[in-house]
C-alpha cells in the first residue's frame, strides 16, 4: 500500500515557476513508477510526466516538453516536477500517481495502482 500526498500548488503568474512535491509512504517507493498528470475544469485527466523506478527513464507530453522537469529521491520518498515558463493553460489540479509493477503504457491512467489527492495549480495570464 502506497499513499500519496501532493504540495506546492499555488497560484503564480504567466512565465514563472513553481515547484510540486509528491510525499509518498511505504518501503518500497523505489521500486515504484511515479507519474504526474492533471485535469483542467472541464476536461479530462491527462498525463504530463513519468519517471521510471531508477530515475533512468523519464517521459513528458508533449505540452510540457523543454519546460517541465520530473525528478525523483529514493531515499526521501518523493517525487517531483519543477515546472517553468508556466502558461495559462497550465492551470489544473495536478496528481501524482503510482505504478508497479511496470507497464509500458505509462501515459494510461489506468496502469496507475495508487493516487494522491492533487494539488491546485493557477497560472494567471
Known amino acids: 500500500q502506497v499513499q500519496l500526498v501532493e504540495s506546492g500548488g499555488g497560484l503564480v503568474q504567466a512565465g514563472g515557476s513553481l515547484k510540486l512535491s509528491c510525499a509518498a509512504s511505504?518501503?518500497?517507493?523505489?521500486?515504484?513508477?511515479m507519474g504526474w498528470f492533471r485535469q483542467a475544469p472541464g476536461k479530462e485527466r491527462e498525463f504530463v510526466a513519468v519517471i521510471t523506478w531508477s530515475a533512468g527513464t523519464t517521459y513528458y507530453a508533449d505540452s510540457v516538453k523543454g519546460r517541465f522537469t520530473i525528478s525523483r529521491d529514493n531515499a526521501k520518498n518523493t517525487v517531483y516536477l519543477q515546472m517553468n515558463s508556466l502558461k495559462p493553460e497550465d492551470t489544473a489540479v495536478y496528481y501524482c500517481a503510482a505504478m508497479n509493477p511496470f507497464r509500458a503504457t505509462v501515459r494510461e491512467q489506468t496502469s496507475y495502482n495508487y493516487w494522491g489527492q492533487g494539488t491546485q495549480v493557477t497560472v494567471s495570464s
Open positions: 511505504g518501503r518500497t517507493f523505489s521500486s515504484y513508477t
